[in-house]
Nanobody, 117 residues
Framework: QVQLLESGGGLVQAGGSLRLSCAAS????????MGWYRQAPGNQRDLVAL???????ILANSVKGRFTISRDNAKNMVYLQMNSLKPEDTAVYYC???????????WGQGTQVTVSS
């Protein structure tokens, strides 16, 4: 299992920026990918961004050009830099991690991001 702890959420005005951080602990040697999902009230949890062990990234179309995902393997950290935030980005953001050899996803507790218009 992998334990994940997010930080960096908050309230920001539209057009502003936030940086989310996620620290991973546990079976780090088996990490396959890390990333971020988000869930707005009444909606399903959707993929925002993933970063694989080789450094390749996957970004949702809705955040391309505004959000950047990065990873510090030495510190077992993953980051989500969010720029040009919009009110529709308001959601609880969850850090996620997947291990090699399993389809299971480990989740963090979530951090609230609120973008005011």
């Amino acid at each position: 299992q992998v334990q994940l702890l997010e930080s960096g959420g908050g309230l920001v005005q539209a057009g502003g920026s936030l940086r989310l951080s996620c620290a991973a602990s546990g079976i780090i040697s088996r990490l396959n990918y890390m990333g971020w999902y988000r869930q707005a009230p009444g909606n399903q949890r959707d993929l925002v961004a993933l970063i694989l062990n080789d450094g390749s990234t996957i970004l949702a179309n809705s955040v391309k050009g505004r959000f950047t995902i990065s990873r510090d393997n030495a510190k077992n950290m993953v980051y989500l830099q969010m720029n040009s935030l919009k009110p529709e980005d308001t959601a609880v953001y969850y850090c996620a991690a997947g291990l090699r050899g399993t389809a299971d996803i480990s989740w963090g507790q979530g951090t609230q991001v609120t973008v005011s218009s």
